[in-house]
């Protein structure tokens, strides 16, 4: 049963344009969300995170978005640029504990 | 800073080799670290969590036989592999969370890719 979902496996946009990364998620016990960056081969890199008492959390081109209702969280990247090319991760956890992770986003950003 | 080192990134051995990993906190402290493993094109899973001074607690499926976690220190947790078999092959990944709060994100290693032959 996956809790975390990516529902699209990759996005592609134009340099200066806006990325928008969905997931949802199924455990409503869930209070901490999160957004990291993979390149192949390395670690996840923190982008950035949102508790469940907030809706929004904007940190310089990245933002991300709660909507505790529906279960669905959403990173945008304003302006794109062809470095942010990578795996993106929504991952959850509860009560700062274990994290679940989705299964990733591709993004290419097209210069 | 929160700076997670782990090592080696790549290892080739024999099949019934046992290979140990090693995640390091190199400027903070983790009572709490974590080892996920991943298959390509796959997510992370999470295999366990290591604490300080304590048995790790495994998720469901993750034999704790074969896959032996020690946490001797709040900077130094290993993941050993015993006798190692091709169906282990996989990019293993430790992550650590920096000690007092909650809200405080995972920070990760660069993961170590396991080739057993």
């Known amino acids: 049963d996956q809790q975390v979902k990516q529902n699209s496996p990759s996005l592609s946009v134009q340099e200066g344009r806006i990325s928008i990364l969905n997931c949802d998620y199924t455990n409503s016990m869930f209070d901490y969300f999160l957004w990291y960056k993979k390149y192949p081969a390395e670690g996840p890199t923190f982008l950035i995170s949102i508790s469940s008492i907030k809706d929004k959390n904007e940190d310089g081109r990245f933002t991300v978005f709660l909507n505790k209702s529906a279960k669905h969280l959403s990173l945008h990247i304003v302006p794109s640029q062809p470095g942010d090319s990578a795996v993106y991760f929504c991952?959850?956890?509860?009560?700062?504990?274990?994290?679940?992770f989705g299964a990733g986003t591709i993004l290419r950003v097209k210069s | 800073g929160a700076v997670v080192s782990q090592h080696p990134s790549w290892v080739i051995c024999k099949s019934g080799t046992s290979v140990k990993i090693e995640c390091r906190s190199l400027d903070f402290q983790a009572t709490t670290m974590f080892w996920y493993r991943q298959f390509p094109k796959q997510s992370l899973m999470l295999m366990a969590t290591s604490n300080e001074g304590s048995k790790a607690t495994y998720e469901q499926g993750v034999e704790k036989d074969k896959f032996l976690i020690n946490h001797a220190s709040l900077t130094l947790s290993t993941l050993t592999v015993t006798s190692a078999h091709p169906e282990d092959s996989s990019f293993y990944i430790c992550?650590?969370?920096?000690?007092?709060?909650?809200?405080?994100?995972?920070?990760f290693g660069d993961g170590t890719r396991l080739s057993i032959l």
């Open positions: 992550s650590a969370r920096p000690v007092a709060l909650m809200g405080q994100p995972q920070h």
């Open positions: 991952a959850a956890s509860e009560y700062g504990n274990k994290l679940v």
